[in-house]
């Protein structure tokens, strides 16, 4: 059986990040609004849309006084695995863990490790793997390099 994609999602409040990656290439990365991210994945349950394992970074209690951004993020996780007929959640300890070998990693270790694995972004002339990708598509990145890691791959 040959390996399948997975989309990967690094939920917000009003819009989240994702990436669609088959263990090697990353085919597809942009930030969207829930509401888009919801419907594509709830398309893929009907035959179109993202018709992937879906695998969504869950978010942890820190012990710390939270805002209501991060119930309303919450809120999409449950939305997002509903849409998607079910999801795997990968928590940022387990990220951090996977890859960095330390709790204490930030966003720009967890960057740096992805750059290590894939290689360099590059330029528009000559773009790398990991071209074009920003801010939170990292975060969904790493969750899919994460899973893809540590779960046996999804087969067709």
Known sequence: MTPTAIIAIDPGPKESACVIFDGKTISY??????DTVAKNLSDGQRGYGWAYPCIIEWIEGYGKTVGNEIFHTCRWVGRFEQAAGGATLITRKQIKQHLCDSL???DTHIRAALIDRFG????RKKPGPTYGIVGDEWSALAVAVVFWDTHDPPRA
Do not use: C, I, R, V
């Open 29 to 34: 990365h942009a930030k969207l609004s829930n």
């Open 104 to 106: 204490q990693a930030k």
């Open 120 to 123: 360099e972004p590059g330029t």
